[in-house]
């Protein structure tokens, strides 16, 4: 007999061996002196974190000037030579490129732009004015390209020639490759592919950078609707926070993609491509922050692999917390200290129906974009254009807190100093952006 008490389940079981093993990871390294309270690091005065403030939380800066400082004039468009047409796939991660290359695509070729359309990986079709600002798309533009609500009645869909072109098209692939085309078929419809390379090199400027800047950072913003839904769970992250000032952290943390085979290989440089929940719990444990720090995720619903971190931290939360349609608690605990809190859900009732449903994925995605680019700390725990794009746009807001994890063994945990070196057996360590090469 057990006395009518339950065993645990296996999946109860594994969540408790892997919360002891963060408690005992933490434990050891306090007794051997190991970890590290938040402290105040500086490189040429671009890198500070506050000392001894429940966490390495860092100020913002002042946003960048724009990128794009030449001033266009609408005479120096030339009349229209065709039209070019493309589509916003896959997410916002990948709008904000596919929109710089269409712009410098079109403005090489003095043809006209249509206003994309949006269309998502379950093949749902949207218009751009569902998600984006028109209206701000089209005022952007001025003096750049022409603009235009769709293609002419006489223009058939079949009449234009597909051409793929590469993120960051460079004028050198737009003549060789696009020009020919163009002056055939005289419209085109372009698809931007994503060579992984791109994502790391630092070319030379060009004479097309201060369009394609403009592209990227100047010319999508979120129709009213939909940014008043994010306004909103951002209000709602920081009176969640108010133990931290207001502040929280952001996650880049799917378990559909920690669950995918290519998840697990390392880079040369010790990152691994992506990191589980319990690594996100140890590493920000280490780093320094408090068991009150608020976390958003960017998995829409909670699922169990999660509740390690969880454990750690009973202030994470996801964008639909409630497992069960009714209000359910759940019960965390750390030494000596026990406790209830019912799971929130971060998205309300009346704007769940209409942006978590399963045809609204492309709207789930938007507000992840944005509410990492605009949280006090952004942790990536999978690598790709999400990250990239993400780390663009909050540097150039002024908000380059990103914390990167990585494994560096021995001395090579000392590659800088704007790193803040943790244990030196194998150091986890925050990498703090301040290279805007990229942004050029």
């Keep these: 007999m057990n006395g009518g008490r339950r065993r645990p389940t296996a999946a109860a079981r594994r969540r408790s061996e892997a919360k002891g093993r963060i408690l005992e990871n933490l434990a050891h390294e306090k007794l051997s002196g190991e970890t590290q309270d938040s402290q105040v690091v500086e490189k040429d005065a671009l890198v500070k974190l506050s000392e001894r403030s429940k966490g ?18 609408q005479n120096e468009i030339e009349r229209s030579r065709g ?14 490129s596919q929109v710089a290359d269409a712009v410098v695509v079109a403005r090489y070729l003095s043809a006209t732009l249509v206003l994309p359309d949006i ?3 379950n093949g749902a079709e949207r218009a751009f004015k569902d998600i984006y600002n028109v209206e701000k798309f ?10 235009a609500n769709g293609l002419p009645d006489q223009i058939s869909i079949r009449d234009l020639a597909a051409v793929k072109v590469p993120n960051r098209v460079t004028e050198d692939y737009i003549v060789e490759n696009v020009v020919p085309v163009f002056k055939s078929k005289g419209n085109v419809r372009l698809a931007t592919y994503f060579p992984t390379a791109n994502m790391r090199k630092t070319a030379q400027k060009t004479s097309v950078d201060s369009v394609a800047c403009l592209g990227m950072f100047g010319t999508l913003e979120l129709q009213p609707e939909v940014n008043e839904v994010i306004d909103s769970m951002v209000k709602r992250l920081r009176t969640l926070s108010r133990k931290s000032n207001g502040r929280f952290i952001a996650v880049d943390l799917r378990v559909e993609v920690l669950e995918n085979k290519n998840c697990h290989g390392s880079s040369s440089v010790g990152a691994k491509s992506c990191y589980s929940a319990e690594e996100i719990a140890l590493f920000l444990r280490k780093v320094g922050f408090d068991m009150d720090t608020t976390i ?23 964008k639909v917390s409630k497992i069960f349609s009714s209000p359910i608690t759940i ?13 929130q859900a971060i998205v309300m009732p009346k704007e769940k129906s209409k942006f978590l449903e399963p045809e609204g994925t492309e709207f789930e995605r ?14 990536p725990a999978i690598s790709g254009l999400f990250y990239a794009n ?4 909050r540097i150039a807001s002024g908000k380059p807190q990103i914390l990167v994890l990585a494994e560096i063994s021995g001395s090579s945990a000392e590659i800088t100093t704007s790193l803040l070196a943790l244990p030196r057996r194998t150091t986890w360590f925050i990498h703090v952006f301040v290279n805007l090469a990229f942004l050029r």
């Design 138 to 147: 089209m005022k952007s533009l001025e003096g750049v390209v022409r603009v």
């Design 119 to 121: 269309r998502g990986n």
């Design 331 to 343: 019960l965390y605990s750390e030494p000596h200290f026990y406790s209830s809190e019912p799971l």
């Design 83 to 96: 039209y070019v047409t493309f589509s916003l796939t896959n997410g916002p991660e990948y709008h904000v």
């Design 390 to 393: 993400v780390t663009g746009k």
């Design 56 to 73: 390495p939380w860092i100020e913002d800066y002042e946003e960048l000037k724009p990128c794009w400082s030449t001033v266009f004039d």
């Design 296 to 318: 958003y995720l960017t998995q829409t619903t909670w699922d169990s692999s999660l509740s390690v971190l969880k454990d750690i931290f009973p202030r994470t939360y996801t």
């Design 366 to 379: 938007v507000i992840d974009f944005y509410i990492c680019s605009q949280s006090d700390i952004f942790v």
